[in-house]
Nanobody, 122 residues
Framework: QLQAYGGGLVQAGGSLRLSCAAS????????MGWFRQAPGKEREFVAA????????YYADSVKGRFTISRDNAKNTEYLHMNSLKPEDTAVYYC?????????????????WGQGTQVTVSS
């Protein structure tokens, strides 16, 4: 089970840190990812990190502003979001998958958290 939290309302230019805690098993050898879904839009890839943190990829829209990280000892992944923009407003979901291939595709992920709302006001 994955539990995402840390969302909220923030002004443009502000920062938030999302966390995703895993329970009921260990995901230390899984790929961990973040996705987001705005109203009326499809779920889109935000960032992914390999089990050992060596491979990290970001969507172009968040590159340079967001940082994904993980703490395998705590079975938790994080998404540090800086310089937030109104277009970052969405429900953010964490997810895990066993292999690195198709890390950008929501359909490739095995388990999902329930989502946490991020709202950026202008």
């Amino acid at each position: 089970q994955l539990q995402a939290y840390g969302g909220g309302l923030v002004q443009a230019g502000g920062s938030l840190r999302l966390s995703c805690a895993a329970s009921g098993g260990t995901f230390s050898n899984y790929v961990m990812g973040w996705f987001r879904q705005a109203p009326g839009k499809e779920r889109e890839f935000v960032a992914a990190i390999s089990w050992n943190g060596v491979n990290i990829y970001y969507a172009d829209s968040v590159k340079g502003r967001f940082t994904i990280s993980r703490d395998n000892a705590k079975n938790t992944e994080y998404l540090h979001m800086n310089s937030l923009k109104p277009e970052d407003t969405a429900v953010y979901y964490c997810a895990v998958k066993k292999t690195w291939n198709s890390y950008y595709s929501p359909k490739a992920y095995d388990y999902w958290g329930q989502g946490t709302q991020v709202t950026v006001s202008s």
